[in-house]
């Protein structure tokens, strides 16, 4: 048999570790192994029954053929619809909207559309594991760009200056920031803005956690600020993390309309859309008021063991150094002053982990920085309980230099 050689277009590309860390976890619990898993990055609550009857609904009424290439007119209505309440009211045009199979190919969308070889596109860093790897599919280059730890490992707009050079056209920012929680704040997010206005750099904000925010109301968002801040901007969107769905696959990038074209145009000869029947579920998720009440039963849920968390850290590990979640579900804390010769540590430490604790995290590697590990709170109260104590029980024994 021929060896297989692997075209240049993959010439950088790794599978996702986020990924493969979940397929192990769900792997070991199979052959029976007493497994906690606080890898995976999604809710642990089902899709809201509304939406689910309504996905179930379209398929007994046949919506089961070729969509719309960009989506349906009523999802894309529902959710301008849903980005418009959480923006004071903002005109959000539906068709400036490109519905996707989920954010990820929103924003790969995006980037393959915006940018191509000798782009340079800025990422802060930690970052989640797919942007650098769908900027370098695009045949751009990825540049992190460090966050500070004392700003809960954000980027000013001073550390993104100091990256810039003339081959820089885009930005990707995460907020709230997977995988560390941190939320950009309003002026932040409009300071950046207008610098990347400044140097005709094209914004991609990922938003995908906007309605998991523990503060008042949504996060933050580049739909808060005025027209001009999104004439070189994509917003992405979706019904994945909020909502409970990401096994239903959509996302949305809202764009400029040349842009949007060339997205579509792009998308037709990918995917040629998304599912019927997912679209008409996430219709309704976007548009009940009831789903609303879902949503926010959740975020509480998720508030609730952010604080667990948080004051068993505090209690039990109090030099273990974090970053405080104002978002999303995750925890990122700090890890290779733990380990002998405080090195990196944070792969090592997930592999002891695992191996002595039966405990699945992600390493800090994953994200750009390996002293560091990521752990998500998107469990069930028990199973987090059960997991922090095994968690705390490790972090002692490392303490105590024993294994």
Not at 249 to 267: D, F, H, K, N, T
Request: with cysteine; proline share 6%.
């Amino acid at each position: 048999m021929a060896s297989f050689r692997p075209s240049p277009n993959l010439a950088h590309l790794k599978a996702s570790e986020t990924v493969a860390i979940s397929n192990e976890a769900k792997r070991r619990k199979a052959a029976g192994e007493d497994v906690l898993d606080l890898g995976v990055g999604e809710p642990d609550f089902d899709t809201p029954t509304a939406v689910a009857e309504a996905g179930i609904a379209a398929i007994r009424a046949g919506r089961t053929r070729y969509a719309p290439n960009t989506g349906t007119v009523e999802l894309r209505t529902a959710m301008a619809g849903a980005m418009s309440r959480m923006s004071g009211g903002r005109v959000v045009d539906p068709d400036r909207l490109v519905i996707s199979n989920g954010s990820k190919q929103s924003l790969f969308n995006a980037c393959f559309a915006l940018f191509g070889p000798g782009d340079k596109v800025l990422i802060p860093s930690p970052a989640w594991v797919s942007y650098p790897q769908i900027v370098h599919l695009c045949r751009a280059e990825p540049v992190m760009v460090p966050g500070d730890p004392e700003w809960g490992l954000k980027v000013s707009v001073a550390d993104l200056e100091r990256h810039r050079d003339a081959a820089t056209k885009g930005l990707i920012l995460c907020s709230p920031c997977n995988p560390t929680g941190a939320v950009y704040t309003a002026k932040e997010i409009a300071a950046i803005s207008a610098w990347a206005r400044e140097h005709g750099i094209w914004l991609i904000s990922d938003e995908i956690y906007r309605r998991i925010h523990y503060g008042a109301g949504p996060a933050p968002s580049l739909l808060d600020l005025d027209d001009a801040a999104l004439e070189r901007a994509v917003v992405i969107y979706g019904a994945s993390k909020a909502y409970a769905m990401t096994g239903w696959r959509i996302g949305g990038a809202y764009a400029p309309a040349e842009l949007v074209r060339s997205m579509a145009a792009l998308q037709s000869h990918t995917t040629t859309g998304a599912n019927q029947p997912a679209m008409w579920a996430a219709t309704v998720a976007f548009s009940d008021p009831s789903v609303d009440h879902d949503v926010e039963r959740m975020v509480a849920a998720f508030r609730r063991r952010r604080d667990y968390l948080v004051a068993r850290f505090q209690d039990q590990a109090p030099g273990i150094e974090y970053i405080e979640p104002h978002g999303a579900f995750y925890l990122f804390f700090r890890v290779d002053a733990l380990m002998p010769g405080g090195g990196p540590g944070g792969t090592a430490f997930a592999e002891r982990l695992m191996r002595e604790e039966g405990l699945a995290t992600v390493p800090g590697a994953a994200f750009g920085d390996d002293r560091w590990l990521r752990l998500s709170y998107s469990v069930s109260d028990l199973e987090l309980e059960a997991a922090t104590d095994r968690l705390m029980r490790f972090i002692g024994r490392l303490g105590e230099g024993t294994s």
